[in-house]
């Protein structure tokens, strides 16, 4: 996802490295909420609550980038995250920002640090927020990336926060539109999220059994991807398909009527869109986002900075901003070729 940003900060009270865990009993009001990359909530939870074990004041940042160019804060203490590990969005809010792509609103949001006497932000989201993380840190500021895009596409680590809800919701409306394309004996196309990435299409295309599954990272070749594969379900004696369709893959709607004019079949054409982006979030997602929440805070106060938070082999680690962008993440070699040979059949 680019430029969407989404973070909490905080202001290291302590000596660096130090921690004691202090009482935080006092309730606050409950931020405004608004649905986005489900998971999120409890990375925001956990950051707070880390801090405040820690001794370590917090406020949020609202409407990511643009909102630490304007300042908008809010502050955050044990009480404002109860009850929302289990809610979608984030009560943070997010807002894309292309002043703070420029010097001039990097400074701008440098100065609201020094102004706030900011000590370190941890930065939610995903590649554009890194991106401006990297800016940041030039200006001096500490700052810490936690993964979260439901398109799993951040190079250095195996799962981002949102990706498990996005697949799982997929894969439940597409169980639901495989019952009616079942009874009918007809073919549906479901175009998923994924401008750049196809890990979401690839994932739930499988967990599904799709017919066919198209993904951004290979040339669309309707012959080769989509019409080979009917055909060789067809004559396996099916009379249902599902074509799963990363929206950076190629337009569902293009694909449904390239079936209608080369296969004499009636498609219909699903586009799950930001539905996928909604929800509660599932168990694995709140639990990698409270892990990396933590972890976090604990790099920063242990004087670290422009680090992302990973996940690798079930292990939280951390590795340097810089070289986990340049990195290439590529298809899951294995998870593709399993995708091969399940589908047309
Ligand atoms: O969250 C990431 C993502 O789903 C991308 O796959 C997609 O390109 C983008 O969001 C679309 O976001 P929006 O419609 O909000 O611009």
């Not at 697949?167 to 409306?173: D, H, L, R």
């Not at 401008?195 to 599954?213: D, I, M």
Request: charged share 25%.
């Amino acid at each position: 996802g680019i430029m969407y940003v989404t973070f909490g900060t905080f202001k290291l009270r302590l000596r660096k490295g130090v921690s004691e865990y202090g009482k935080c009993s006092e309730t606050h009001r409950r931020a405004d909420q608004r649905r986005r990359r489900p998971g999120m909530n409890a990375a925001i939870r956990a950051v707070v609550r880390t801090a405040m074990k820690n001794s370590i004041e917090c406020v949020g940042i609202r409407r990511g980038w643009a909102g630490l160019i304007a300042g908008d804060i809010c502050p955050m203490n044990s009480g404002s995250v109860s009850r929302i590990i289990n809610r979608g969005g984030t009560v943070l809010y997010t807002a894309r920002s292309d002043e703070f792509r420029t010097p001039e609103g990097q400074k701008k949001a440098a100065n609201t640090c020094k102004l706030l006497g900011l000590d370190g932000i941890v930065a939610i989201g995903g590649d554009g927020t890194f991106r401006g993380a990297q800016d940041l840190s030039r200006f001096g500021v500490s700052v810490v990336g936690v993964p979260g895009t439901i398109d799993n596409d951040i190079v250095c680590t195996d799962y981002t926060i949102g990706f498990d809800t996005a697949a799982n919701t997929a894969v439940e409306c597409i169980d639901r539109l495989r019952d009616t394309m079942q009874s009918h004996e007809r073919c549906s196309v479901v175009e998923v999220m994924g401008r750049h990435a196809g890990y979401l299409a690839l994932y739930v295309g499988v967990a599904v059994g799709a017919t066919a599954v198209l993904v951004p990272e290979h040339q669309y070749d309707f012959e080769k991807h989509v019409a080979e594969k009917i055909r060789a379900a067809r004559l396996g004696g099916k009379t249902n398909f599902m074509i799963v369709v990363a929206e950076g893959a190629a337009s569902a709607m293009d694909v449904g009527k390239e079936i209608k004019e080369h296969l004499g079949l009636d498609p219909r054409v699903t586009i799950l869109g930001h539905i996928q982006r909604g929800g509660s979030p599932t168990a694995k997602d709140r639990v990698l986002a409270t892990r990396m929440g933590y972890e976090a805070v604990r790099v920063l106060a242990e004087g670290m900075t422009n680090r992302v938070i990973c996940v690798r082999d079930d292990q939280i680690v951390n590795v340097d901003i810089d070289e986990g962008l340049a990195m290439k993440k590529t298809l899951n070699a294995e998870e593709f070729e399993v995708m091969t040979v399940m589908t047309g059949v």
